[in-house]
C-alpha cells in the first residue's frame, strides 16, 4: 500500500499507445494470431456468405487458434474489440442491445463453418451488412484486443479472458451508479483500405 | 480434624507460608522440543492444505483408459472403441438427398459403442492429442450423423460415428475422449473415458496415407 | 509430579490406601500452629470477618457434632473464621460445606490416559468438522438439486402436478416393430393433461420431462409423438409418447412425469409414477 502511494498510486500508469499497423499485418493476440488479409464490399452469396441482393463489407483474416482448445469463430467478434468504417464506429467495445453484431465464420471450399482448431490456420471472415444505397466506406480500422490465461481471484479457476484496462468514469457511469469503469485492453489498430468487388 | 481447622488462621504468623502449588521448572530441553514439535505440527497443517484439491482439479474429469474393443466403464455410462478410419469426404446420406463434407485436413472417423447403466444420457466426443491439444468434433459433417445427437439408453449398446478435423502430423498418438457435455460451470468428479486407438507413427501415417476420398454414413 | 515435590518433608506422606487419578488424594502438608495452650479467645469486636446474621425462625443449621469424616470431595477450607461463641475451637457453622472452593491438587492423570483423552478430542473435533462440511456440502447441493419426490399413482387415478391434472390412459405396444432391433419393444403411451390454469397451458410447447422407468430404477426416454396444439384451463388435452423399451420389460415399465424437461433430466423435485 505504502509503496503504492509513494509511487503516486497504482491507476495512473501511463496508457501505452497500440500498435498501429496495416495490410498484411499479423497480430498475436494471446489466443490466437490474427493475419490481416484484406476488407472488401461485395455482394453476398460468395463462398455461402450472405445473400445476393445485399452488400457486406467483408474483413477477410488468417486466424490460427493458438490456445489448446477448439473455439468458434464468433471468439473473433470479442477478439476484435472494435471497427470503424471512415471513423464511424460499425461494431463498438460496448455494443448495444439494437445492433446485431457482424457475422464471423469461418470459410473453406465454398462453404462457411463456425470451428477454429488449434494450430490450424483458418480463414475467417468478418461480414458487416451494408444498408441499401449505403456508400462503401474508403477504409476500416480494427481495434485488436488480447487474451490472457486468466486465473480467478476467487475461486482459482484458470480460463482465457480478454485482457481489460480500467478507465475513468464518464458521467453515464457514474448515473448508473457504477464504481469501476473497465475497457478492452488494445494492443494493435490496423488500418485497412477497403476494396470494391462487384458482381 | 475440625478442631485443627480453626486454628490454622492462628498460626504463629513465623509459620513458614505455604506457597502456591510448585511450579515445576520444565528443563529447557523439552521446552525447545515442544516448541519444535508445535511448530511443525503448524507447518504439517499448512502443508496438508496444499493437499486440498483446487476448482481446477475437482472439476477435471475423472478418466478411465483402455484400448480399442475394451469395454470401459463408469458409474455414468460405458463406452468401447469399435473402429477408427481415415477419410478425405463424409458423405451422409439423408432421407431426402445427402451431404457432402470434405475435411480441411483428414477427418478421423471413430465408430464408439456406448450404453448407459441407469438413465438416458447424450455424450459428445472429442479428440486428445499427442501434445495435448483437445479438438471438437468437427462441425462440417452433419450433427445428426453423429452419435452426441442420439440417445445412449440403458440395457442396450449403442453405436455410431464421431468426426474430427485433424492435421495429419496430429494423428499419431491421438486419443478419443468421449464424456457427458460440460455444463456451464462445471461439475466436481464427472466421468469420461480415453479411448486409444493405439496410433502410433507408423501406423498413423499408413492409415492416413490410405484415407477414403468418400466415406458414406447415413444420417 | 508431587513425588518431587522439595517442599515435601515425607511427614504428609499420602496415605497407605491410595485412591486412584480421579477421586481426591493426598492432603496438603499444613504449616505448624499451636495446639496447646489453646489460643486466646479473639477480643470482641476484632474480627474483620463479618459475623454471620442469626436470623428469625429456625434456627441456623449447624454441622453436627463430632463432624462426620470428611469425604474426600470435602476440602479443608483455606481460611475460616473462629466461630465467636463460647467455645472458640467449636466449628464454624458452614452454610454449605463442600462448596469450598478447592485449593487442592489433584494428582495428575497418567501420560497414556491423557494423550489418549487428547487423541479422542482430536478425533472427536476432526469428526464434528467433516461431519458439518459434508452436510453443509449436501445442503448446497440439494438447494440447487432438490431430491426426487416421487409421488405413485394408481392406475386411472388423475393427479395434479405443476399446474396441471395428469392421467395415464394407456400404454400399447406398436404393432409395427423395427425388425433389426430384436431386444426392444416399442411401446406407444398416452397421457392426458389439464391445465389447472393459465400457468398450466405452457405443457403444450414447453414439454414435461416424460420418461418409462422400471423396477430397477433404470430409465428410457418416451419421446413425445403428437402433443396438443394448445392447452386451455380445464379442458384436457392429449399427449402421446414412443418408448423403445427392452422386449422383456414392457409389461413392467411405468411412465415417469416430472414437470419439465430439465427437471427430469436431473431428476429433481416432484413428479409422478403412474403405475400399471
Given at each position: 500500500?505504502?509503496?503504492?502511494?509513494?509511487?503516486?498510486?497504482?491507476?495512473?500508469?501511463?496508457?501505452?499507445?497500440?500498435?498501429?499497423?496495416?495490410?498484411?499485418?499479423?497480430?498475436?493476440?494471446?489466443?490466437?494470431?490474427?493475419?490481416?488479409?484484406?476488407?472488401?464490399?461485395?455482394?453476398?452469396?460468395?463462398?455461402?456468405?450472405?445473400?445476393?441482393?445485399?452488400?457486406?463489407?467483408?474483413?477477410?483474416?488468417?486466424?490460427?487458434?493458438?490456445?489448446e482448445a477448439t473455439f468458434i469463430?464468433?471468439?473473433?467478434?470479442?477478439?476484435?474489440?472494435?471497427?470503424?468504417?471512415?471513423?464511424?464506429?460499425?461494431?463498438?467495445?460496448?455494443?448495444?442491445?439494437?445492433?446485431?453484431?457482424?457475422?464471423?465464420?469461418?470459410?473453406?471450399?465454398?462453404?462457411?463453418?463456425?470451428?477454429?482448431?488449434?494450430?490450424?490456420?483458418?480463414?475467417?471472415?468478418?461480414?458487416?451488412?451494408?444498408?441499401?444505397?449505403?456508400?462503401?466506406?474508403?477504409?476500416?480500422?480494427?481495434?485488436?484486443?488480447?487474451?490472457?490465461?486468466?486465473?480467478?481471484?476467487?475461486?482459482?479457476?484458470?480460463?482465457?479472458?480478454?485482457?481489460?484496462?480500467?478507465?475513468?468514469?464518464?458521467?453515464?457511469?457514474?448515473?448508473?451508479?457504477?464504481?469501476?469503469?473497465?475497457?478492452?485492453?488494445?494492443?494493435?489498430?490496423?488500418?485497412?483500405?477497403?476494396?470494391?468487388?462487384?458482381? | 480434624?475440625?478442631?485443627?481447622?480453626?486454628?490454622?488462621?492462628?498460626?504463629?504468623?513465623?509459620?513458614?507460608?505455604?506457597?502456591?502449588?510448585?511450579?515445576?521448572?520444565v528443563p529447557l530441553w523439552r521446552?525447545?522440543?515442544?516448541?519444535?514439535?508445535?511448530?511443525?505440527?503448524?507447518?504439517?497443517?499448512?502443508?496438508?492444505?496444499?493437499?486440498?484439491?483446487?476448482?481446477?482439479?475437482?472439476?477435471?474429469?475423472?478418466?478411465?483408459?483402455?484400448?480399442?474393443?475394451?469395454?470401459?466403464?463408469?458409474?455414468?455410462?460405458?463406452?468401447?472403441?469399435?473402429?477408427?478410419?481415415?477419410?478425405?469426404?463424409?458423405?451422409?446420406?439423408?432421407?431426402?438427398?445427402?451431404?457432402?463434407?470434405?475435411?480441411?485436413?483428414?477427418?478421423?472417423?471413430?465408430?464408439?459403442?456406448?450404453?448407459?447403466?441407469?438413465?438416458?444420457?447424450?455424450?459428445?466426443?472429442?479428440?486428445?492429442?499427442?501434445?495435448?491439444?483437445?479438438?471438437?468434433?468437427?462441425?462440417?459433417?452433419?450433427?445428426?450423423?453423429?452419435?452426441?445427437?442420439?440417445?445412449?439408453?440403458?440395457?442396450?449398446?449403442?453405436?455410431?460415428?464421431?468426426?474430427?478435423?485433424?492435421?495429419?502430423?496430429?494423428?499419431?498418438?491421438?486419443?478419443?475422449?468421449?464424456?457427458?457435455?460440460?455444463?456451464?460451470?462445471?461439475?466436481?468428479?464427472?466421468?469420461?473415458?480415453?479411448?486409444?486407438?493405439?496410433?502410433?507413427?507408423?501406423?498413423?501415417?499408413?492409415?492416413?496415407?490410405?484415407?477414403?476420398?468418400?466415406?458414406?454414413?447415413?444420417? | 509430579?508431587?513425588?518431587?515435590?522439595?517442599?515435601?518433608?515425607?511427614?504428609?506422606?499420602?496415605?497407605?490406601?491410595?485412591?486412584?487419578?480421579?477421586?481426591?488424594?493426598?492432603?496438603?502438608?499444613?504449616?505448624?500452629?499451636?495446639?496447646?495452650?489453646?489460643?486466646?479467645?479473639?477480643?470482641?469486636?476484632?474480627?474483620?470477618?463479618?459475623?454471620?446474621?442469626?436470623?428469625?425462625?429456625?434456627?441456623?443449621?449447624?454441622?453436627?457434632?463430632?463432624?462426620?469424616?470428611?469425604?474426600?470431595?470435602?476440602?479443608?477450607?483455606?481460611?475460616?473464621?473462629?466461630?465467636?461463641?463460647?467455645?472458640?475451637?467449636?466449628?464454624?457453622?458452614?452454610?454449605?460445606?463442600?462448596?469450598?472452593?478447592?485449593?487442592?491438587?489433584?494428582?495428575?492423570?497418567?501420560?497414556?490416559?491423557?494423550?489418549?483423552?487428547?487423541?479422542?478430542?482430536?478425533?472427536?473435533?476432526?469428526?464434528?468438522?467433516?461431519?458439518?462440511?459434508?452436510?453443509?456440502?449436501?445442503?448446497?447441493?440439494?438447494?440447487?438439486?432438490?431430491?426426487?419426490?416421487?409421488?405413485?399413482?394408481?392406475?386411472?387415478?388423475?393427479?395434479?402436478?405443476?399446474?396441471?391434472?395428469?392421467?395415464?390412459?394407456?400404454?400399447?405396444?406398436?404393432?409395427?416393430?423395427?425388425?433389426?432391433?430384436?431386444?426392444?419393444?416399442?411401446?406407444?403411451?398416452?397421457?392426458?393433461?389439464?391445465?389447472?390454469?393459465?400457468?398450466?397451458t405452457r405443457y403444450s410447447y414447453?414439454?414435461?420431462?416424460?420418461?418409462?422407468?422400471?423396477?430397477?430404477?433404470?430409465?428410457?426416454?418416451?419421446?413425445?409423438?403428437?402433443?396438443?396444439?394448445?392447452?386451455?384451463?380445464?379442458?384436457?388435452?392429449?399427449?402421446?409418447?414412443?418408448?423403445?423399451?427392452?422386449?422383456?420389460?414392457?409389461?413392467?415399465?411405468?411412465?415417469?412425469?416430472?414437470?419439465?424437461?430439465?427437471?427430469?433430466?436431473?431428476?429433481?423435485?416432484?413428479?409422478?409414477?403412474?403405475?400399471?
Amino acid at each position: 500500500m505504502g509503496v503504492g502511494a509513494a509511487f503516486g498510486g497504482l491507476e495512473d500508469a501511463p496508457k501505452e499507445k497500440p500498435e498501429q499497423l496495416g495490410k498484411g499485418a499479423e497480430v498475436d493476440q494471446g489466443r490466437m494470431t490474427t493475419l490481416f488479409e484484406d476488407a472488401v464490399v461485395r455482394p453476398g452469396g460468395k463462398d455461402g456468405l450472405g445473400i445476393s441482393d445485399k452488400r457486406y463489407l467483408q474483413i477477410t483474416m488468417k486466424v490460427t487458434n493458438t490456445s489448446e482448445a477448439t473455439f468458434i469463430a464468433e471468439m473473433m467478434n470479442s477478439a476484435l474489440v472494435a471497427v470503424r468504417a471512415d471513423g464511424k464506429p460499425i461494431k463498438e467495445a460496448r455494443p448495444s442491445a439494437t445492433t446485431l453484431g457482424p457475422r464471423v465464420v469461418t470459410i473453406s471450399g465454398g462453404h462457411t463453418y463456425g470451428q477454429l482448431h488449434p494450430g490450424v490456420p483458418a480463414t475467417v471472415v468478418m461480414a458487416f451488412e451494408l444498408q441499401a444505397g449505403q456508400q462503401a466506406p474508403k477504409r476500416v480500422e480494427i481495434d485488436a484486443g488480447t487474451y490472457e490465461w486468466h486465473e480467478s481471484f476467487t475461486y482459482r479457476t484458470h480460463y482465457w479472458e480478454r485482457v481489460e484496462e480500467q478507465e475513468p468514469l464518464t458521467a453515464e457511469d457514474r448515473k448508473k451508479g457504477a464504481t469501476a469503469s473497465y475497457t478492452p485492453k488494445i494492443i494493435a489498430q490496423v488500418d485497412l483500405p477497403v476494396r470494391v468487388e462487384e458482381v | 480434624m475440625g478442631a485443627s481447622r480453626s486454628l490454622v488462621p492462628d498460626a504463629p504468623p513465623t509459620a513458614p507460608a505455604r506457597p502456591e502449588p510448585p511450579r515445576r521448572r520444565v528443563p529447557l530441553w523439552r521446552r525447545t522440543v515442544s516448541a519444535v514439535v508445535g511448530l511443525a505440527l503448524v507447518c504439517a497443517a499448512v502443508y496438508v492444505q496444499t493437499y486440498v484439491l483446487t476448482v481446477d482439479q475437482r472439476r477435471a474429469p475423472l478418466t478411465v483408459s483402455g484400448g480399442m474393443h475394451q469395454e470401459l466403464r463408469t458409474s455414468h455410462f460405458s463406452a468401447r472403441l469399435e473402429r477408427v478410419e481415415f477419410a478425405r469426404s463424409v458423405r451422409v446420406k439423408k432421407q431426402y438427398g445427402t451431404e457432402e463434407a470434405t475435411a480441411d485436413q483428414v477427418f478421423l472417423i471413430a465408430k464408439v459403442g456406448l450404453t448407459s447403466p441407469r438413465r438416458p444420457l447424450r455424450i459428445t466426443a472429442h479428440v486428445i492429442t499427442a501434445d495435448g491439444l483437445r479438438f471438437e468434433p468437427t462441425d462440417r459433417v452433419d450433427a445428426g450423423a453423429t452419435l452426441g445427437d442420439k440417445w445412449i439408453q440403458p440395457a442396450w449398446w449403442r453405436s455410431g460415428f464421431y468426426f474430427f478435423d485433424l492435421p495429419v502430423d496430429k494423428v499419431a498418438g491421438a486419443r478419443v475422449v468421449v464424456a457427458e457435455p460440460a455444463t456451464l460451470f462445471g461439475t466436481d468428479y464427472m466421468p469420461e473415458i480415453a479411448l486409444d486407438p493405439g496410433l502410433d507413427q507408423a501406423k498413423a501415417r499408413q492409415l492416413t496415407d490410405a484415407a477414403k476420398d468418400v466415406y458414406e454414413v447415413s444420417g | 509430579m508431587s513425588d518431587q515435590n522439595p517442599d515435601d518433608t515425607g511427614v504428609w506422606s499420602p496415605p497407605a490406601a491410595e485412591p486412584s487419578w480421579f477421586t481426591p488424594s493426598k492432603r496438603l502438608p499444613r504449616p505448624d500452629a499451636r495446639v496447646w495452650p489453646p489460643p486466646e479467645p479473639e477480643p470482641r469486636g476484632s474480627s474483620t470477618v463479618p459475623i454471620p446474621v442469626i436470623q428469625d425462625g429456625p434456627a441456623p443449621r449447624r454441622q453436627p457434632w463430632p463432624p462426620p469424616a470428611p469425604s474426600p470431595a470435602a476440602v479443608p477450607a483455606p481460611f475460616e473464621a473462629p466461630y465467636p461463641g463460647p467455645s472458640p475451637s467449636a466449628p464454624v457453622a458452614q452454610a454449605s460445606p463442600p462448596a469450598q472452593p478447592s485449593r487442592r491438587r489433584r494428582r495428575p492423570m497418567p501420560k497414556a490416559v491423557k494423550i489418549g483423552v487428547q487423541l479422542a478430542g482430536a478425533v472427536g473435533l476432526t469428526a464434528a468438522f467433516l461431519a458439518i462440511r459434508g452436510y453443509d456440502a449436501l445442503n448446497r447441493f440439494e438447494k440447487s438439486v432438490p431430491p426426487a419426490r416421487v409421488q405413485q399413482v394408481s392406475p386411472g387415478q388423475e393427479v395434479p402436478l405443476a399446474d396441471a391434472k395428469w392421467r395415464l390412459l394407456g400404454i400399447a405396444v406398436v404393432p409395427d416393430q423395427r425388425p433389426d432391433l430384436p431386444d426392444r419393444t416399442m411401446i406407444q403411451i398416452d397421457v392426458q393433461a389439464t391445465a389447472l390454469n393459465a400457468e398450466g397451458t405452457r405443457y403444450s410447447y414447453s414439454l414435461p420431462g416424460f420418461y418409462m422407468a422400471d423396477k430397477a430404477g433404470r430409465t428410457w426416454t418416451a419421446e413425445p409423438r403428437k402433443v396438443p396444439d394448445e392447452l386451455s384451463p380445464g379442458v384436457p388435452g392429449r399427449f402421446t409418447l414412443l418408448s423403445a423399451v427392452p422386449k422383456e420389460l414392457v409389461d413392467q415399465v411405468e411412465l415417469m412425469l416430472w414437470p419439465s424437461l430439465y427437471a427430469g433430466e436431473r431428476e429433481a423435485g416432484p413428479a409422478l409414477r403412474f403405475g400399471r
